[in-house]
């Protein structure tokens, strides 16, 4: 195992909501290091959660149900939920917490199998940060795998026949979108932005996947020395709604000037970020006027997401 680095401090230029979160997984971190990290700071940026008693309000598994067969629920439920504690130590999951992420689980995995990029769902779930022990059809599988197998067909949608050879990411969380989008796109160098501790972690697990060379993590005060036109593929996945509105607006103004080519955000239509007391609507980001629409829908799985993708020249 690649050794870990000393505990990040958490950002100080942060919006309110991510100076408090990131505070708590700098706590995580320096009690429990980064060998867990999908079991702790995975559930803040990705990983849902499905607890019993919230089950009926959920629109991720009335979606999931209403869009996978009866063939397919008998599928999910016909295997073994692996519920034992050791399995799931360190999680915080109850025992009927535990069986309802698996079906969950299990169900995106299975909608992603339709509509989903078969060369993300090829990919094996990397063990590094111990992810839930979720397994399906003889294999480890995973809610981000499969929602990247999902937001990267997208991602294809909107490239056509063209590869990135240079990505950039704001706000990557622990990698997950890396790993598949340079998995992808096996030529690609990949640029992460974000603040601490996020981006220590993600430096942390994609150093041990991919060369080094085609890896680059940035704080958001060094991406302001980016060249223009530096990357053919600008990415940010429910990052924004977590900002202030002018650290939306600086972030966008950052994608118009360093992408020649195509941007993909996937982002809250409607969120309310409780710790700045601001609302952000994913119809009022100010996308730039130059920005060329090559799609905008409802995202599958989380509906309350808006997917889009335009060309920026």
């Not at 650290?247 to 195509?262: E, F, M, N, P």
């Amino acid at each position: 195992m690649t050794e870990q680095p000393s505990t990040p401090a958490p950002a100080a230029d942060a919006s309110r909501f991510w100076a408090k979160l990131g505070a708590e997984h700098a706590d995580q971190l320096s009690e429990h290091g980064f060998d867990t990290f999908k079991r702790k700071q995975a559930l803040r940026y990705f990983t849902w959660r499905w607890r019993p008693r919230a089950m009926l309000r959920s629109e991720q598994l009335r979606f999931l149900v209403a869009n996978t067969s009866p063939r397919v629920w008998a599928d999910v439920l016909r295997e073994p939920m692996p519920a034992g504690d050791a399995l799931w130590e360190g999680s915080g999951f109850a025992a009927g917490e535990r069986r309802l992420t698996v079906i969950a689980t299990r169900l995106i995995w299975a909608y992603a199998e339709r509509h989903g990029s078969r060369a993300v769902l090829d990919l094996p779930e990397p063990e590094i940060g111990a992810p839930l022990p979720i397994r399906w059809r003889g294999r480890l599988i995973s809610q981000d795998l499969a929602n990247c197998a999902l937001e990267t067909r997208v991602v294809e949608r909107a490239l056509g026949e063209r590869a990135p050879a240079s990505i950039v990411e704001i706000g990557g969380g622990y990698g997950r979108t890396a790993y598949a989008l340079l998995s992808r796109y096996p030529e690609a160098t990949y640029t992460i932005i974000d603040i601490e501790p996020a981006r220590s972690i993600s430096r942390w697990y994609l150093s041990q996947l991919f060369a080094p060379q085609r890896l680059r993590f940035l704080s958001p005060e060094e991406a302001g020395a980016l060249p223009s036109g530096g990357f053919d593929l600008g990415v940010s996945i429910s990052s924004l709604q977590e900002m202030t509105p002018e650290q939306v607006a600086g972030y966008l103004r950052l994608l118009d000037r360093t992408v020649d080519g195509t941007v993909f955000l996937k982002q809250w239509e409607t969120w309310h970020n409780p710790d700045d007391d601001v609302e952000l609507r994913f119809a009022d980001y100010p996308i730039p006027a130059a920005w060329q629409p090559i799609l905008r829908e409802p995202s599958p799985v989380q509906t309350r997401f808006v997917q889009a993708a335009w060309r920026t020249s």
